[in-house]
C-alpha cells in the first residue's frame, strides 16, 4: 500500500515514504515546470522537491526542522537562477507571499521571467547580489534572505544583504559552495570559518552539510 502524504517538520513542506521524498502543495494545480513528479491526494496536488537539485530540499533532508520559511513571507532570493527551488518556495509562501528573485545573468534572468509568467508571486530582477544599491528601489524589506551564489565572496554577499534587507526576526539561508571560496582547503575548514564570520553579525540557529546530495557544500540558517 502506498504511504500517504503527510506534513513534514519543516513548514509547508509535506513528506511521503517516511520522509523520502519531500512535496510542496502545487499553488498551480495541473502546472509543472521542471517535469518533476506530481501526486495527487485528497483533492489536492503536490510536486516532488528534489534535494539532488535544490540545496533547500536538501538541507530539510539532512534534518533540518525549522527552514524559516512561512506562508506569505517575503523572500530576498539571491542567485536565483532558472527557478527551480525558488518555483518550490514559490509554493511554500503562496499566492500572498513574495519572492525577489536576484541573478546576473541575462539567460537565466529570462527562463525566470517565463516562470512568473504562471507564478505571479516570483519578481525577477537582473541586479549583482555584490550591489544591493542597484535593486535596493525594486525590494522590499524581506522576512528571508535565501542565497545561492558561486562566488568567493559568498558570506560578504550575504551579510550586506541580510544587513540591508533582512526584518529583525527574520532568517538567512546561505548555501555555501566551498570550492568557489578555495579549490586547495578542506570544505569543513571553509564551513566552520564562515559559520564564525556569521556568528559574530547573527544568531545561527542551523548548519548542516549537504552531502550525498551536494557535494561539497554546506547551508547555514541564521536569525537576525
Not at 544599491?133 to 522576512?143: L, N
Amino acid at each position: 500500500m502506498r504511504s500517504k502524504i503527510k506534513a513534514h517538520k519543516v513548514f509547508e513542506i509535506y513528506e511521503e515514504d517516511r520522509g523520502r521524498r519531500l512535496f510542496t502543495k502545487n499553488i498551480l494545480p495541473g502546472k509543472t515546470h521542471f517535469d518533476e513528479r506530481i501526486i495527487k491526494e485528497n483533492n489536492q496536488e503536490y510536486r516532488e522537491f528534489d534535494p539532488r537539485r535544490s540545496k533547500l530540499a536538501a538541507m530539510i533532508m539532512k534534518g533540518c526542522t525549522n527552514a524559516g520559511i512561512r506562508k506569505n513571507d517575503t523572500i530576498l532570493y539571491l542567485g536565483v537562477s532558472h527557478g527551480y527551488t525558488s518555483s518550490f518556495v514559490s509554493d511554500m509562501v503562496g499566492e500572498e507571499g513574495l519572492i525577489f528573485g536576484i541573478d546576473p545573468a541575462p539567460r537565466v534572468v529570462r527562463d525566470l521571467v517565463f516562470l512568473s509568467e504562471e507564478r505571479k508571486n516570483i519578481i525577477p530582477i537582473l541586479a549583482n547580489a555584490n550591489h544591493p544599491e542597484e535593486y535596493i528601489e525594486r525590494v522590499s524589506a524581506a522576512d528571508i534572505v535565501y542565497q545561492d551564489i558561486s562566488q568567493r565572496n559568498q558570506a560578504e554577499i550575504f551579510i550586506k544583504n541580510c544587513k540591508t534587507f533582512l526584518k529583525n526576526g527574520g532568517y538567512g539561508l546561505l548555501a555555501i559552495k566551498a570550492k568557489s571560496i578555495n579549490i586547495k582547503r578542506k570544505p569543513k575548514d571553509i564551513f566552520i570559518e564562515i559559520r564564525k564570520i556569521l556568528e559574530k553579525e547573527f544568531t545561527v540557529i542551523d548548519y548542516r552539510i549537504l552531502e550525498p546530495f551536494e557535494k561539497d557544500h554546506a547551508m547555514i540558517i541564521i536569525k537576525k
